[in-house]
């Protein structure tokens, strides 16, 4: 299924509308009931024809009280036929990478390639003390794990292990059909290149706007190629946030009343060092979101999503769509952007749970 937005129509360009979940909890909200209206919003996503659906990742804060993307990927993958399931991200400065790949593998077997794996460095947060990877391996050690899965991902029957992850050859079982693909979610120029090295595509986040996403785009693809990559065959994600009315002032009103409640978990995160993780503008970050993303009426929002499908080598868009409100109205919101923005043609009768919550 594609979004297939004007301008990719125009670059005959294939690009796929997916859905970004946060399963973020709003103040008073139970955590269960948040991470089973993920999964509604997931089996909701294939009922209205989106691509796919992926999860992130986050430990120990409400801004995302789902603490394992490839648990949840699972699940949703056993309750769905035919959307991709990914996640944004897996954080690899928690895991190793190994027991990782394995664990992608087995996913990627058990659901017909359903899966999509994305992985991402992380902070310098108290995770990395509680599962005992230390700050060390965040600073100074995604590049060897991107390496170790890579290899583990690649088809080879057998990987050993390298400078940090030293290990003698071990047999890959299950051993994957096809290289896997491997999203790296990037924010910084390093990273980026880290992921052009490798080959990898990347997953662009929602902070940035179109200018800053194509200067990120424009320099993997120069170190790619650089590195025998071929940048026009490497299938790029990028995040957006969506939310759509019948006006622009509308949606804005929606999302500036919704949104906040959310962002504020970011203010949980907790620092390794013991310094404060930061007290962000909500307010003025609110309105920027606002600003670069698809929020308003459907010809608004149609016009947003055919410059982020104009973006160099972005296949995939990824929509987040918690902003405005609580369950009822992210179902909602699911609905209208399939049908009012991306016209997608619906797999089957619109989404509805029918297990009452409490």
């Given at each position: 299924?594609t979004?297939d937005p004007?301008?990719?129509?125009?670059?005959g360009?294939?690009?796929?509308?997916?859905?970004?979940?946060l399963?973020?909890?709003?103040p008073?909200?139970?955590h269960?009931?948040?991470?089973?209206?993920?999964h509604?919003?997931?089996r909701?996503?294939e009922?209205?024809?989106y691509?796919g659906v992926?999860?992130a990742?986050?430990?120990?804060?409400?801004?995302?009280?789902?603490p394992?993307?490839?648990t949840?990927a699972?699940?949703?993958?056993?309750?769905?036929?035919?959307i991709?399931?990914?996640t944004?991200?897996c954080?690899?400065?928690?895991?190793?990478?190994v027991a990782?790949?394995?664990?992608?593998v087995?996913?990627?077997?058990?659901?017909?390639?359903r899966?999509?794996?994305?992985v991402?460095?992380g902070g310098p947060?108290?995770?990395?003390?509680v599962?005992?990877?230390?700050l060390?391996?965040f600073?100074?050690?995604f590049g060897d794990?991107?390496?170790?899965?890579?290899?583990?991902?690649?088809?080879?029957?057998?990987?050993?292990g390298?400078?940090?992850?030293?290990?003698r050859?071990?047999?890959?079982?299950?051993?994957p059909?096809?290289?896997?693909?491997?999203w790296v979610a990037?924010?910084s120029?390093?990273?980026?290149e880290?992921?052009?090295r490798h080959?990898?595509?990347?997953?662009l986040?929602?902070?940035?706007?179109?200018?800053?996403?194509a200067?990120?785009l424009?320099?993997y693809?120069?170190?790619a190629?650089a590195?025998g990559?071929?940048p026009?065959?490497?299938?790029?994600?990028?995040?957006?946030?969506?939310?759509v009315?019948d006006?622009?002032?509308?949606?804005?009103?929606?999302?500036?009343a919704?949104?906040?409640?959310?962002l504020?978990?970011?203010?949980e995160?907790?620092?390794?060092?013991?310094?404060?993780?930061?007290r962000r503008?909500?307010?003025?970050?609110v309105d920027?979101?606002?600003?670069i993303?698809p929020?308003g009426s459907?010809r608004r929002?149609?016009?947003?999503i055919?410059?982020?499908?104009?973006l160099?080598?972005v296949?995939h868009?990824?929509l987040?769509?918690e902003a405005a409100?609580?369950r009822?109205?992210?179902?909602?919101t699911?609905?209208?952007v399939?049908?009012?923005?991306l016209?997608?043609p619906?797999?089957g009768?619109?989404y509805e749970?029918?297990?009452?919550?409490?």
């Amino acid at each position: 299924m594609t979004a297939d937005p004007a301008a990719a129509r125009r670059a005959g360009r294939d690009v796929r509308a997916h859905l970004f979940l946060l399963a973020g909890n709003r103040p008073g909200a139970i955590h269960a009931d948040t991470l089973a209206d993920a999964h509604d919003y997931g089996r909701a996503a294939e009922a209205a024809g989106y691509a796919g659906v992926w999860i992130a990742e986050h430990h120990f804060i409400s801004y995302g009280v789902c603490p394992s993307a490839i648990t949840f990927a699972a699940h949703l993958l056993g309750a769905t036929q035919a959307i991709e399931v990914g996640t944004a991200a897996c954080i690899l400065s928690d895991r190793h990478p190994v027991a990782l790949g394995e664990e992608a593998v087995l996913l990627d077997e058990l659901s017909g390639g359903r899966f999509r794996l994305g992985v991402g460095r992380g902070g310098p947060w108290v995770d990395l003390e509680v599962f005992g990877t230390g700050l060390d391996r965040f600073q100074n050690g995604f590049g060897d794990s991107l390496d170790v899965l890579a290899r583990w991902l690649s088809g080879e029957p057998a990987v050993a292990g390298n400078r940090r992850f030293p290990f003698r050859p071990v047999p890959v079982v299950p051993r994957p059909r096809r290289r896997m693909p491997v999203w790296v979610a990037a924010t910084s120029p390093g990273t980026v290149e880290l992921a052009a090295r490798h080959g990898m595509p990347l997953l662009l986040g929602l902070h940035a706007d179109l200018a800053e996403k194509a200067s990120l785009l424009d320099r993997y693809a120069r170190v790619a190629a650089a590195h025998g990559h071929a940048p026009d065959s490497v299938a790029h994600a990028s995040a957006h946030l969506a939310h759509v009315e019948d006006g622009d002032e509308k949606a804005a009103r929606a999302v500036r009343a919704g949104l906040p409640a959310l962002l504020a978990g970011t203010r949980e995160y907790v620092r390794l060092d013991g310094t404060p993780a930061g007290r962000r503008d909500l307010v003025a970050y609110v309105d920027r979101l606002i600003d670069i993303h698809p929020v308003g009426s459907p010809r608004r929002c149609r016009d947003a999503i055919d410059r982020a499908a104009a973006l160099p080598g972005v296949r995939h868009l990824l929509l987040m769509v918690e902003a405005a409100g609580g369950r009822d109205r992210t179902l909602d919101t699911i609905h209208r952007v399939a049908t009012d923005v991306l016209d997608l043609p619906a797999r089957g009768s619109r989404y509805e749970h029918a297990t009452p919550r409490g």
